[in-house]
T-cell receptor, first 111, second 114 residues
Framework: KQEVTQIPAALSVPEGENLVLNCSFT??????LQWFRQDPGKGLTSLLL?????REQTSGRLNASLDKSSGRSTLYIAASQPGDSATYLC??????????FGTGTRLLVSP | NAGVTQTPKFQVLKTGQSMTLQCAQD?????MSWYRQDPGMGLRLIHY???????DQGEVPNGYNVSRSTTEDFPLRLLSAAPSQTSVYFC?????????????FGEGSRLTVL
């Protein structure tokens, strides 16, 4: 059974820092990997989708990488801002149609 | 831009009552799914559908029913609510091929079963 782990569970940084969020999965047979952002009381917003043939994706200050062989993905946030404060979740598509989520990293960026 | 719309946003039920959570999307997505989110458990897949008339079970299907009569709608039915079903429920949709588009989520439905 696929298990997705995110470390750290919580992270507090001052504004302007570059930071890395980690995601590891036990079964390397994932089809693709997505990173999401969730604000309190809200739904999830997709940030980046790394397709099965790709190793990384970039959007603005965000960069996500995927290494299937080691079972790891990282989300890099450059020059963090208070507006980046949220919970970040990674999820791997298993068996083409089922997405398995990690439990998330709660990020707080202080001004 | 409606995207994925869920109703109701909040609901309180008594044990044994039944109800339906509604989900509608206007993006013509073939794939739709329901998740529940619980503290410390992350999001877990309840049921999913790859098109009208086709549904399948996810990780935690017991106590829930779904149907997909149209591309747009994917309701989730609780047949006899139990306190263990207290949770936040999310509906999500995307194109059939997971590589062609990300998953879009609704705002969630918070359910409390007393």
């Amino acid at each position: 059974k696929q298990e997705v782990t995110q470390i750290p569970a919580a992270l507090s940084v001052p504004e302007g820092e570059n930071l890395v969020l980690n995601c590891s999965f036990t079964d390397s047979a994932i089809y693709n990997l997505q990173w999401f952002r969730q604000d309190p009381g809200k739904g999830l917003t997709s940030l980046l989708l790394i397709q099965s043939s790709q190793r990384e994706q970039t959007s603005g200050r965000l960069n996500a990488s995927l290494d299937k062989s080691s079972g790891r993905s990282t989300l890099y946030i450059a020059a963090s801002q208070p507006g980046d404060s949220a919970t970040y979740l990674c999820a791997g598509t298993q068996s083409f149609q089922k997405l398995v989520f990690g439990t998330g990293t709660r990020l707080l960026v202080s001004p | 831009n409606a995207g994925v719309t869920q109703t109701p946003k909040f609901q309180v039920l008594k044990t044994g009552q039944s109800m339906t959570l509604q989900c509608a999307q206007d993006m013509n997505h073939e794939y739709m799914s329901w998740y529940r989110q619980d503290p410390g458990m992350g999001l877990r897949l309840i049921h999913y559908s790859v098109g009208a008339g086709i549904t399948d079970q996810g990780e935690v299907p017991n106590g829930y029913n779904v149907s997909r009569s149209t591309t747009e709608d994917f309701p989730l039915r609780l047949l006899s609510a139990a306190p263990s079903q207290t949770s936040v429920y999310f509906c999500a949709s995307r194109p059939l091929d997971p590589n062609t588009g990300e998953l879009f989520f609704g705002e969630g439905s918070r359910l409390t079963v007393l």
